[in-house]
């Protein structure tokens, strides 16, 4: 009865932290869409509820690994605002903020694997509006919606 027990209660915490990210990302990316930025209190809060998320499974399963998971998830996020800095902001600073945001919740393969996906979809997505010469080089696309189809081809992949 124990292991059913911890089982149901994992199975909630992993249902309570998919929709979670999942509003986040589907509100920034049709703020995206639509102001070509992010949603800094939406996301903020999110963020909130990925560091309770982090100190509810440390009080539970006293795993530490959870922290290392974490912060390395949050590194892809890192890296991708240090590389707005370092591209005069070609990739936007929110990009970032949102990889930060994810990893806090998925650690660091499945934030970078998202981050992959997004960045195959967006190439492929660019790469036909150029072909079709409805958009030019120097046109800017956001990104999050990418990010967030790269989240849900994760998710279908873990079924």
């Known amino acids: 009865m124990l292991v059913l027990n911890v089982a149901w209660r994992k199975i909630k915490m992993n249902i309570?932290?998919?929709i979670v990210v999942t509003v986040v990302l589907l509100w920034n990316s049709i703020y995206d869409l639509n102001y070509k930025k992010i949603s800094i209190p939406v996301t903020f809060l999110g963020m909130i509820m990925g560091v309770f998320f982090i100190i509810i499974?440390?009080?539970k399963n006293n795993g530490y690994y959870i922290i290392i998971e974490a912060l390395g998830g949050v590194s892809v996020g890192i890296f991708l605002i240090l590389c707005s800095f370092f591209t005069?902001?070609?990739i936007g600073i929110g990009d970032g903020i949102i990889c930060c945001f994810t990893g806090l919740f998925y650690g660091f393969f499945e934030n970078l694997s998202m981050l992959f996906i997004?960045?195959?979809l967006s190439a492929l997505?660019?790469?036909l509006l150029?072909?079709?010469k409805k958009a030019g080089r120097?046109?800017?696309i956001p990104f999050v919606p990418f990010l967030?189809?790269?989240y849900c081809c994760i998710q279908i992949c873990k079924i």
Do not use: D, Y
């Open 57 to 59: 499974t440390l009080i």
């Open 138 to 140: 120097k046109t800017e």
């Open 118 to 120: 997004g960045l195959l």
């Open 125 to 127: 997505v660019s790469f």
């Open 88 to 90: 005069r902001g070609q």
């Open 16 to 18: 309570i932290k998919f």
């Open 148 to 150: 967030f189809l790269g």
């Open 130 to 132: 150029l072909l079709s």
